[in-house]
Each structure stands twice: as C-alpha cells, then as structure tokens.
C-alpha cells in the first residue's frame, strides 16, 4: 500500500524560502511518477510541478518556474520541493501526488494521481 506523508509547511514572508518533504512507503521512486499540487481556499487544484520516475524529467507551472525546484533522493524515497521567492499567491495547502500506472499522464491533471497525502499549509504573508 502506496503511502505519502508530507512535511515542511509554515508561515514564510513575501519572498521566504521553505521545502517541502513527501516520504514515500509502499513502492520505490523509481517506478512512480511524483507530483506537487496546491489549492487555496475557494479555488481549484493546481499543479506545481512533477518529476518523472526515475528523476530525470521535470514539468512546472508557469507560475512556479525559476523559483520552485522538484527533486528527489532515491535513497530516502523521498520527493522534495524547494520553493524560493514566495509571494502571497502561493498561499495555500499543498498536496504530494503519486502516479503508479501506465498510460497516458498529464502531469498537472489530479485525477491522473493514484495516491494522495494528507497536505501540508503554507502561508505567504506579504
């Protein structure tokens, strides 16, 4: 049984820093596809960023590139993102998806998500 827990989240200010960790049991990183997601109150799911199993492929949303990286450590089975130069708008809960079949994957579509963590919140003061 595939499971994500997450940690890191907190209350940073316009320009903070924090990471993220999701510890992953039940199944190894390199056969998974890892994503970030974030929803703030009263909007949709969105997107983050993802990493490819086997961690050489990265994708973002726009908002995030050049700021957030995605990573991982294959050795701790763990996914990782860093998030630099926060502003207000990445207010929000943030969620660690994972992706455990084939087929076609869009990297940003939850419902492309087998497994879910419970969140953690981040808060972006200005």
């Known amino acids: 049984q595939v499971q994500l827990v997450e940690s890191g989240g907190g209350s940073v200010q316009t320009g903070g820093s924090l990471r993220l960790s999701c510890v992953v049991s039940g199944v190894t990183l390199g056969r998974v596809f890892m994503a970030w997601f974030r929803q703030a109150p009263g909007q949709e799911r969105e997107g983050v960023a993802a990493?490819?199993?086997?961690?050489?492929?990265?994708k973002y949303a726009d908002s995030v590139e050049g700021r957030f990286t995605i990573s991982q450590d294959n050795a701790e089975n763990t996914v990782y993102l860093e998030m630099n130069n926060l502003k207000p708008a990445g207010t929000a809960m943030y969620y660690c998806?994972?992706?455990?079949?084939?087929?076609?994957?869009?990297?940003?579509?939850?419902?492309?998500?087998?497994?879910w963590g419970q969140g953690t919140q981040v808060t972006v003061s200005s």
């Open positions: 990493i490819l199993a086997g961690g050489f492929h990265t």
């Open positions: 998806a994972s992706r455990c079949s084939a087929g076609t994957w869009v990297w940003n579509k939850g419902s492309h998500y087998n497994v």
